[in-house]
């Protein structure tokens, strides 16, 4: 299969490179990633060692079989725009955040698949990403239920030994997944924290009420997911994940601008839209964002 990888940071990078074990695979990057990569392969680290040799270019190829879209969320629209010249036969988001594929269904001529990943990885340096954790993809229809598209996907992905389910229920696991992120990332971001040490205190205490204001809205858009179901997802990440430095906590440390707007901010947003109280999530926005003003990155 040929296969793009929009979004060529730490997760697009180890998610490409694993799966050019096995795929023709192009890397869409910037410099001076895509040069070292194009000079001496990628070299894969941690949990999972290998070099592997995909192509690497500034801007989408002119066609794939499937692009994976791994870009931030408030870059999905100019991703969008360019994957829209791009002749692909699908598309899978792998992003955090609510309300990717939407956009990406709008302008692209191709189907969208929702996805979700749990690998841990980190970019350490340009032609390189350290795999922190062995995860697992699930993808599927974005709207649920089943597709042979998703199925051809799935087993594409198991080809090159990427841990991959199919799931014929990914509107309840983009939930779930929101909820996980609202309760690590903005928490471990603001505190300075790794992934496990929201299991305990006062950090547990933000992070649960998050997962469980999330729970509360995704039941009023007809999801159903109790909070306990969202405060055990939160838990399970953290444990799993525990000594990994989560995705915001990395944009933190790096000055970069963050996706609170597509987990906490969409949340805050749509439980005032459904009549639920979110002060948690509201908050949590609020901060980094205010931080973000603060080092000029938004």
Not at 19 to 48: K, N, Q, W
Not at 56 to 73: E, S
Not at 274 to 285: E, F, H, K
Request: some cysteine.
């Amino acid at each position: 299969m040929e296969i793009a990888v929009f979004g060529a940071g730490s997760l697009g990078s180890l998610l490409g490179g694993l799966l050019a074990r096995e795929h023709d695979v192009t890397l869409v990057g910037r410099d001076p990633h895509v040069r070292a990569i194009e000079e001496r392969g990628l070299r894969i680290s941690g949990a999972i060692d290998a070099t592997v040799y995909p192509a690497a270019r500034l801007d989408a190829p002119d066609a794939a079989d499937l692009a994976i879209v791994c870009v931030k969320a408030f870059d999905t629209p100019a991703a969008a725009a360019e994957l829209a010249d791009c002749d692909l036969d699908a598309c899978l988001s792998v992003q955090n955040g609510m309300g990717n594929e939407t956009v990406l269904a709008e302008r692209l001529d191709a189907p969208v698949l929702a996805g979700t990943c749990s690998y841990g990885a980190l970019r350490p340096a340009p032609g390189e990403v350290r795999c922190t954790g062995v995860g697992e993809i699930v993808l599927g229809p974005r709207t649920g239920g089943a597709s042979p598209l998703a199925d051809r996907v799935g087993t594409a992905f198991d080809r090159a030994e990427v841990v991959t389910s199919v799931a014929d229920n990914m509107p309840t696991r983009l939930w779930e997944k929101l909820a996980v992120n609202a309760g690590i990332n903005a928490t471990t971001a603001l505190a300075r924290i790794d992934n496990g040490s929201v299991l305990d205190g006062d950090a547990w205490s933000v992070a649960a009420a998050a997962a469980r204001e999330t729970a509360a809205v995704a039941r009023r858009e007809g999801i159903e997911i109790s909070d306990a179901a969202a405060e055990g997802a939160v838990r399970r990440v953290a444990e799993a994940t525990a000594e990994n430095t989560s995705s915001m906590h990395q944009d933190v440390l790096a000055d970069r601008r963050t996706e609170v707007d597509a987990i906490n901010g969409f949340i805050a947003e749509r439980a005032s839209e459904r009549g639920v109280d979110a002060p948690i999530n509201r908050t949590l926005a609020w901060l980094v964002r205010a931080w973000e003003s603060g080092q000029g990155v938004r």
